[in-house]
């Protein structure tokens, strides 16, 4: 066997053999089987990969994070339509733009909050990047009425400038909220006619849904391509994230 070929068998089996127990075993023994080795060769073998790991530590966190990759893309794959997609007018920037940015956030959490400027820049300076918000209340229940309030934004086309508003006036409460909605220019009869609709409701539960199956634990959290994000990143991470996705992109096309 070739050194090159060794080390990337022994890499894949490296990791089983990290991972630990009978599952570990088993799945090095199916290696073992499909590379017509016995048990000599492999008993061998895993020796060799056990001091390989001991000798180069630093692969094992690297695989870790090329495992985490690999799921989050899997994760992301099975629903980026519901992820992409905007409820209503719910987004901002080009809406045919070749790189879609999704940011799931709480206007009651100070990280988002810190997060409004980043985004801000992004499209002032990226006229082919399209965000789309989602709202993910979870830190209070006037944070919830907040994200009502967002929804019928959404359905007047008055989102971003809500987004926006509603940042500014500070925490999420009655006072605030309707001060952002008119700050927005919304029509607040019809938006508090839309807020008790089922669609509203239906659309804040499909966001935790989603927020759950692709394991955020708090907000914002970010969504570009098949790369997820928590907390506030920043403006040179977003952007780089952008970047690689669009560089992505050419190279599928």
């Given amino acids: 066997m070739s050194t090159g070929i060794a080390v990337a068998v022994a890499a894949g089996i490296g990791i089983f053999m990290w991972q630990g127990g009978s599952t570990a075993a088993t799945e090095t023994d199916k290696a073992a089987r499909a590379a017509g080795i016995n048990a000599e060769q492999q008993e061998a073998f895993e020796e060799i990969v056990r ?60 990280y988002c909050r810190q997060s409004v400027g980043d985004v801000a820049r992004l499209l002032s300076e990226d006229p082919n990047l399209k965000v789309v918000f989602r709202e993910l209340p979870i830190l209070s229940d006037a944070s919830g009425k907040a994200a009502q309030m967002a929804l019928a934004a959404a359905n007047q086309d008055r989102y971003y400038s809500f987004h926006k508003a509603m940042f500014d006036a500070g925490r999420p409460s009655d006072q605030t909220i309707e001060a952002a909605a008119k700050s927005a220019g919304m029509d607040l009869e019809a938006a508090k006619a839309f807020i008790s609709t089922p669609a509203a409701q239906a659309e804040l539960e499909s966001n935790i849904r989603i927020a759950q199956q692709l394991e955020f634990t708090g907000t914002p959290s970010w969504v570009i391509g098949n790369q997820i994000f928590s907390g506030a990143v920043g403006y040179d991470q977003l952007k780089a994230a952008i970047e690689a996705e669009r560089a992505n992109g050419k190279t599928d096309s």
């Fill in 51 to 110: 001091q390989y790991i001991l000798d180069n530590p630093e692969i094992i966190p690297e695989a870790i994070d090329r495992l985490r990759a690999k799921q989050a893309a899997e994760r992301i794959d099975g629903i980026r339509d519901q992820i992409e997609k905007p409820f209503e007018q719910g987004f901002a920037g080009n809406p045919n733009g070749d790189v879609v940015l999704v940011e799931f956030s709480d206007f009651a959490c100070g």
